[in-house]
């Protein structure tokens, strides 16, 4: 039986770029690939949650689904946020669904009641049990950390702080002031194919005059230069790209932009799945998810600064940006769907890779780096 693992079988992916293959066919199919990569990739990092400003109010509470089991996110009576594996420290039943507003935590099973920071208060009939100690069976807490209202949480006590991995990126979009915006509208899809199709997608521009020919037309990237494990394109257009082409802007800059950010947009790329899509009057997020080696969960995410959602003709303004939004992502959603069906193909050996295609490069090696046992072999980094 051939060993997925075995570095050899990565020789043409792990060449320069302009040398370079894609990735085999089964790192898109294959379940021994997959659960490698959870295991390696997707267990140990935080985990997105959404922005802090979709929690409003004491109770507001989100549950998240994570690879160590799920989490409930819940604003407490201070106003701050904690976060709880979603979990009764009676018998284990899942306390809460989706998202909503309580005052305490109820178990549907046998009403054991917690409250919003995490304590019991309620045990029915534990009465009789000898050395039971409600303080010592309130719900676990799981790590919570926030940059700039977004909000990201981490099972594994153990892991490095959230930004120790993003070397440079809180810096390079630090002028875009995310912890100004509010979050306008949240969608989510579930789409039938592998991670990395719609992760790779999202940061390459050779598609989009192919799949994208009517809505935004083709457009020009260039790469830029990251210290950490994050990823950037910067597509340079004087007008906001959150609309179809040939739209004007009609909602203001954010304020103080440097020259560089007033020129264009940034596509950025969180390793692993984490987008942030930063233009000149707005910013968008997409989470890729895995749910199986060929299922995706897409959440998007929408945030303008709060004194443009203020402005007496945002609602009906805005509605030009959801229209470009949604036509594009439902545009390499389906992309996606069809290149999963593609890579099923039997015996079908690796492509080779467009001189476009450094994101995609970059992101297969940085893929390999993780699930492979034996050290990586030199690569070019410049080409």
Known sequence: ????????LYAGARRPLTE????????????????REIERIFRPRWRFVG??????????????????????????RDGALNAFLNSCRHRGAQLLEGEGNCTSIVCPYHSWKFGLDGALLGAPAMEKSKNFDRNEHGLVPVRLETWRGFVFVNPNRDAAPLLSAWGDMPEVLGPYRFEEMVCVRRIEFDI?????????????????????????GQQQGEAVDTRGEWDALFIEQATTIALMTGEASPLPFITDLPA????????TMMYPSLQFACTQDC??????????????????????????????????????????WETSIAEDNGIGEVQQRGMRASGRPPGRLSWKEHHVHKLGNWVLDQVLDRPAPARVAAE
């Not at 922005?51 to 989490?71: K, M, N, S, W």
């Not at 521009?205 to 020919?213: A, C, I, K, L, S």
């Open 283 to 324: 910013m968008w997020w997409l989470d890729f998810q895995p749910n199986g080696p060929e299922r995706t969960k897409v959440s998007v995410g929408f945030c303008f600064p709060r004194s443009t959602v203020a402005r007496p003709d945002f609602q009906q303004v805005v509605q030009r940006y959801y229209a470009r």
């Open 192 to 216: 039938a194919c592998n991670w990395k199709m719609v992760t790779e997608n999202a940061m390459e521009e050779y598609h989009t005059g192919t799949v994208h020919r009517v809505s935004l």
């Open 20 to 35: 370079a293959e894609t990735l085999p066919s089964w790192c898109y199919t294959s379940a021994e690939f997959h659960q």
């Open 51 to 76: 922005r802090e400003d979709e929690l409003q109010g004491e109770g507001a509470y989100r549950t998240i689904e994570t690879f160590a089991g799920p989490v409930i996110v819940v604003r407490k």
């Open 260 to 267: 560089k950010h007033r020129s264009g947009t940034y596509f």
């Open 1 to 8: 039986m051939t060993n997925l693992f075995d570095p050899a």
